[in-house]
């Protein structure tokens, strides 16, 4: 079945540094991918999406792109701020099946310190 | 844009009571929505599809009975923890979307606290 995998955390970087967030995946098909974002009390947001191979999903200086060879949707962000301090999940949505459940990957925990 | 409200945000409750979570679409139609579970350290759990006019399809593992999902209308589903115990404290979130393939909206998530 479909499945996420994402690099476990915490990830614990200075300000400005540069973060990646490998994200792997297993599916039929062709999945959509998507990040989620969870910040410290809060719901999920919408990070970012890619819905094709080779497409790059960005949103807020992230950037992700679709890597069908790879199976792979590694988030990254040139220089990161305090306030990125939050839970990243990596997810995908299959392209059958019922329409719309999210499979997601476990999240990894991103603190950055001033 | 399109947002979903989930309600309440925090609720503790005593053990062995029942508990109502609502998540409303607020400016679009949802014939389905979905209810994840997030437990400590660990990742979304997909509880079940809830639609419109229909029963829900739950995962495999969750109780129904326990766990009941009523979708009312094309704008408001409601879970419902009954007979509650300390086990079902947990973040409960839920999703929702116009239609396949479009964006999936989540609400804000509700703590929910068994005492």
């Known amino acids: 079945g479909n499945s996420v995998t994402q690099m476990e955390g915490p990830v614990t970087l200075s300000e400005e540094a540069f973060l990646t967030i490998n994200c792997t995946y297993t599916?039929?098909?062709?999945?959509?991918l998507f990040w989620y974002v969870q910040y410290p009390g809060e719901g999920l947001q919408l990070l970012l999406k890619a819905t094709k191979a080779d497409d790059k999903g960005s949103n807020k200086g992230f950037e992700a792109t679709y890597r069908k060879e790879t199976t792979s949707f590694h988030l990254e962000k040139g220089s990161v701020q305090v306030s990125d301090s939050a839970v990243y999940f990596c997810a995908l949505r299959g392209s059958g099946g019922s329409q719309g459940n999210l499979i997601f990957g476990k999240g990894t925990k991103l603190s950055v310190k001033p | 844009g399109a947002v979903v409200s989930q309600h309440p945000s925090r609720v503790i409750c005593k053990s062995g009571t029942s508990v109502k979570i609502e998540c409303r679409s607020l400016?679009?139609?949802?014939?389905?929505m979905f209810w994840y579970r997030q437990f400590p350290k660990k990742s979304l759990m997909l509880m079940a599809t809830s639609n419109e006019g229909s029963k829900a399809t739950y995962e495999q593992g969750v109780e129904k009975d326990k766990f009941l999902i009523n979708h009312a209308s094309l704008t408001l589903s409601t879970l419902t923890v009954t007979s509650a115990h300390p086990e079902d404290s947990s973040f409960y979130i839920c999703?929702?979307?116009?239609?396949?393939?479009?964006?999936?909206?989540f609400g804000e998530g509700s703590w929910l606290t068994v005492v």
């Open positions: 400016d679009f139609q949802a014939t389905t």
């Open positions: 999703s929702a979307s116009e239609g396949f393939g479009n964006t999936i909206y």
């Open positions: 599916a039929t098909g062709y999945p959509s």
